[in-house]
């Protein structure tokens, strides 16, 4: 994803349920609207939450990716 | 034809008026049961809610009420009936056991254990964020005197009520969602 510019990378790794779309939340406000957060996570359950937070909060998940167990999201600030 | 058309619109307008606006993206829980397992699943979806936008209002009742009391001993002055009720309710969230596989206690300590090692977070943790967070407890006042439990005894929380059903239900009302656990 090396096209797209992050404005943060937010390290999650290691915290399950709900402690991920609970700190994407408090932290998605820390960057400008149309910026990107890259978000580390361990927890594979983000893979479908990420979408749904980001559809009820107002929020875009751009792409998805798997890496050595870590799943990297990108999410980008709309509203 | 077009005076009906008038008084058609005009019917329509006044039911407009009066037409209140439909529910809010709010969370109405009532958490009946004071079950560690059940407890942590009730915070998990609060938390959750409010990281999805929602206003959460979390309605402790019946067995519920004594996870919300402070370790600490009981407050003086009550009578027998209330002093043995507060003897054998768990003290508190950190007192409370599974609902299954209990099994005198073992059960409970090894599943603490496994959600310590896998990370997950304790109950302590999930109050603390709900707290940090804005959602809402009210404690149902019935249950508290059923149970012979004083205020001094629950929790210090930032935003903790108490009340009654109707309370919930004018909340319940207005929620998107409502459980009961």
Redesign the interface.
Known sequence: MSDIAIAKVLDLK??????P??K???EIGSVQVGEVIEVHTTDPGSLSDFP??AS???QEVITTEQDNGVIKIFVKRLV | MSADFEKQLTELKQKIDTMKPGPENKLSMVIFSGDMDKLLASM?IA??A????MKVVLFFTFWATAALRKPEGQAKGKDLKSKMFGWMLPKGRNKTKLSQMNMAGLGTSMMKDLMKK????SLDQLFD?AGQ?GVQIKVCEMSMDLMGFKREEIIDYPNIDFCGVATFLADAKNSSIQLFI
């Open positions: 290691g915290l399950p349920c709900p402690m779309v609970v994407m939340s408090q749904a937070w009820t909060a107002g | 998990i938390t959750g409010v990281a999805m936008g896998k990370n997950a977070p964020i967070l």
